[in-house]
Antibody
Framework: QVQLKETGPDLVQLTQTLSITCTVS????????VHWVRQPPGKGLEWMGA???????DYNSAFKSRLSISRDTSKSQVFLKMNSLQTDDTAKYFC??????????????WGQGVMVTVSS | DIQMTQSPASLSASLGETISIECRAS??????LAWYQQKSGKSPQLLIY???RLQDGVPSRFSGSGSGTQYSLKISGMQPEDEGDYFC?????????FGSGTKLEIK
């Protein structure tokens, strides 16, 4: 059974660093890609970045150099770290699985998300 | 970045009614489009990928169509459990981008 579960803080102070862990089960991080997506309250979804099955990463340039994605395949975990948090980083953060199907790129399973509030 | 323009923003439908939601891309996305349903407080559920391929387990009343820059999701016969938010995702080019969403309610 495929599952993704995000764990992280509910509250982060302004200018501090956010760290979220996505723990997956039912599949291997070496055969699927995992992405991070966020959703501010009442707003649309924003793609943040990807951890590729081979260990490489890609980031949305909107996050400039604030964002870092890494993984520990032995623990089936993907990590998001974002620094210099601002109030508009308040959002629900999701990890999602991206199957390796040639030409077709989409997310077939998502975690339940973790709501993070940036407080001043 | 590819802009995904989704319409309508909200929709109210009667039980049994057929409805359509549209997504228009700012450039050709070569059918690399997925549709999702999201219920309040829950994670998105994949309905359609590759513009018209039904994800396993999704009721056949959901269908997708389109090509190039224009895509649509159709629900043939609205059911109570279809209430929720719907959005599209383009996977043709980085950064992946989403439509702004459609809130579907029962009339």
């Amino acid at each position: 059974q495929v599952q993704l579960k995000e764990t992280g803080p509910d509250l982060v102070q302004l200018t501090q660093t956010l760290s979220i862990t996505c723990t997956v089960s039912g599949f291997s991080l070496t055969t699927y890609n995992v992405h991070w997506v966020r959703q501010p309250p009442g707003k649309g979804l924003e793609w943040m970045g990807a951890m590729w099955n081979g260990g490489g990463t890609d980031y949305n340039s909107a996050f400039k150099s604030r964002l870092s994605i890494s993984r520990d395949t032995s623990k089936s975990q993907v990590f998001l770290k974002m620094n210099s948090l601002q109030t508009d980083d308040t959002a629900k953060y999701f990890c999602a699985r991206h199957p390796l199907i040639p030409h077709w790129d989409y997310f077939d399973y998502w975690g339940q998300g973790v709501m993070v509030t940036v407080s001043s | 970045d590819i802009q995904m323009t989704q319409s309508p923003a909200s929709l109210s439908a009667s039980l049994g009614e057929t409805i359509s939601i549209e997504c228009r891309a700012s450039e050709d996305i070569y059918s690399n489009l997925a549709w999702y349903q999201q219920k309040s407080g829950k994670s998105p559920q994949l309905l359609i990928y590759a513009a018209n391929r039904l994800q396993d387990g999704v009721p056949s009343r959901f269908s997708g169509s389109g090509s190039g820059t224009q895509y649509s999701l159709k629900i043939s016969g609205m059911q109570p459990e279809d209430e929720g938010d719907y959005f599209c995702l383009q996977g043709s080019k980085f950064p992946f981008t989403f439509g702004s969403g459609t809130k579907l309610e029962i009339k």
